[in-house]
């Protein structure tokens, strides 16, 4: 029950990271209609600004400047790239970011290379102890700093003049258009903000455990895709449900991976995408997702 405990614990923490990338993924859906497949780039590009610059500034303003460095990367992508494909299909788009990322990644891989890079976090190995159920400080400060970037973005999004320009936006972008919201600044806004929680992101799938920050690092982000794509990619709510499910999934699955022999090595890393094709098999929209409705 211990064990069972600690893996739920942990898999809740690793969800709340997901949600924050998965969020990424839903914000700028809902703000433009494109699935933005450049996104772990922009993770990659965050944490690799922390890792660089944390021994020689220290870690929380190197953690800001990172913060900041992917919302500009991501606004630069948006405004320098994707604005002038406005128009296209959706499809084309979605090509688009796929050669965004191959760029981004080829040029921080390069930077990278072979080497594994600390970020300097505060938190080091240190483990919290509690009723004999252990979970890294890492995680809970993971799980913390999740939760008040979710609650800070959910208010925002809900009362903000940004927040109701990008739902009128996701409505119905001919009529908001129409009604002076102008759409450029909805969808660089969405590309920024992405950018940033895609920053904090890597800071918590790079810290303990894990060694740190290093080329197969945006692969690990991809995981946080089919938890946009269960939650729903036009709902807020569907991202954090599915961050919460993919997380707890993989989590399980690889403590009890032992246990699950018959079902080959490695089925931590397979689970989230068979939760994904399965809820996606029930519910072709997400769980949250908005149903299409077509007149024939």
């Known amino acids: 029950m211990t064990t069972f405990a600690e893996l739920l614990l942990n898999g809740v923490s690793l969800g709340s990271v997901y949600a924050l990338i998965a969020l990424g993924f839903v914000v700028i859906f809902r703000a433009t ?131 109701v320009a990008m739902r009128a936006a996701a409505e119905n972008r001919e009529t908001a258009a129409l009604m002076g919201i102008r759409l450029g600044r909805v969808s660089l806004g969405a590309w920024a903000v992405a950018g940033g929680l895609a920053a904090v992101a890597a800071l918590f799938l790079t810290v303990f455990p894990t060694p740190g920050l290093e080329r197969s690092t945006s692969l690990a982000a991809m995981k946080a895709f089919p938890a946009a794509i269960l939650g729903g990619l036009d709902s807020t709510t569907g991202a954090l449900v599915g961050g919460l499910l993919v997380g707890i999934t993989e989590s399980l699955a690889t403590g009890y991976q032992g246990d699950l022999t018959f079902l080959g090595r490695g089925i931590g890393d397979l689970a989230p995408y068979l939760v994904m094709v399965a809820v996606l098999l029930i519910r072709p929209a997400g769980l949250f997702g908005t149903k299409e409705l077509a007149r024939v």
């Open 33 to 163: 209609e494109v699935v933005n497949f450049a996104h772990a780039s922009l993770l990659l590009a965050g944490g690799y600004v922390t890792a660089v610059l944390h021994s020689s500034i220290g870690f929380w303003p190197a953690l800001l400047v990172g913060i900041a460095g992917a919302a500009l990367v991501g606004a630069a992508v948006e405004f320098l790239v994707m604005r002038r494909y406005r128009g296209s299909d959706h499809s084309v788009l979605a090509i688009v970011t796929i050669g965004v990322d191959i760029l981004l990644a080829t040029e921080l891989t390069r930077r990278i290379g072979t080497d594994i890079l600390a970020l300097g976090d505060p938190w080091g190995d240190a483990v919290v102890t509690v009723g004999g159920i252990s979970i890294a400080e890492t995680r809970i400060a993971a799980l913390l700093a999740a939760a008040l970037l979710i609650t800070a973005f959910l208010l925002a999004f809900r009362f903000t003049s940004w927040g």
